[in-house]
T-cell receptor
Framework: DSGVTQTPKHLITATGQRVTLRCSPR?????VYWYQQSLDQGLQFLIQ???????AKGNILERFSAQQFPDLHSELNLSSLELGDSALYFC?????????????FGPGTRLTVT | LAKTTQPISMDSYEGQEVNITCSHN???????ITWYQQFPSQGPRFIIQ???TKVTNEVASLFIPADRKSSTLSLPRVSLSDTAVYYC???????????FGSGTRLQVQP
């Protein structure tokens, strides 16, 4: 158990809909990262927050947004969902904001868009 | 974005040493290189990290040459439970975005 929790574990929704994925970091960790893992794309970095502020951004689609709240939990919002958004979404946390990136990953949320 | 290259798969037998190399360019000068292990349907798990030369912990060693254009994860005396996918993680120079390698699927046989 990494100490990172993600909800829900599974999510099935239809194209065009909007969903919110939730992540609670390990106690004491200030950084939260979001990743997308699909079969043909591997692990893709989406975005990082540190203590409530956006710190780094990967190739995150404009339909996706995230935020980190004062209690340090984070939410990833996915809107106008497409079939290609079906994937495992992982959240990770770390103590610091930069290197070294010793991240602790949650169990993931499996999103299925039908 | 930083570019990374890893072998798609490797096969080994129990008790052997396995070396997995990740080639990476355009990475942040002052950032560490990190390696993760992932089992099916689980989140990646941190193995080891290093900046240069050699780092060793209780499960692996990491070799990084002076030019930092590659890194090699060394797993001594692998067992069946080491069957997993192994990823390198680097940071892009300037943008601070992170790039995972494409992953190397290691299959350990008895």
């Amino acid at each position: 158990d990494s100490g990172v929790t993600q909800t829900p574990k599974h999510l099935i929704t239809a194209t065009g809909q909007r969903v919110t994925l939730r992540c609670s970091p390990r106690s004491g960790d200030l950084s939260v990262y979001w990743y997308q893992q699909s079969l043909d794309q591997g692990l893709q970095f989406l975005i990082q927050y540190y203590n409530g502020e956006e710190r780094a951004k990967g190739n995150i689609l404009e339909r996706f947004s995230a935020q980190q709240f004062p209690d340090l939990h984070s939410e990833l919002n996915l809107s106008s969902l497409e079939l290609g958004d079906s994937a495992l979404y992982f959240c990770a946390s770390s103590v610091g904001q930069g290197s070294p990136y010793e991240q602790y990953f949650g169990p993931g949320t499996r999103l299925t868009v039908t | 974005l930083a570019k990374t290259t890893q072998p798609i798969s490797m096969d080994s037998y129990e008790g052997q040493e396995v070396n997995i190399t990740c080639s990476h360019n355009n990475i942040a000068t002052n950032d560490y290189i990190t390696w993760y292990q992932q089992f099916p349907s689980q989140g990646p798990r941190f193995i080891i990290q290093g900046y240069k030369t050699k780092v060793t912990n209780e499960v692996a060693s990491l070799f990084i040459p002076a030019d930092r254009k590659s890194s090699t994860l060394s797993l001594p005396r692998v067992s069946l439970s080491d069957t997993a996918v192994y990823y390198c993680l680097v940071a892009d120079t300037g943008r601070r975005a992170l790039t995972f390698g494409s992953g190397t699927r290691l299959q350990v046989q008895p």
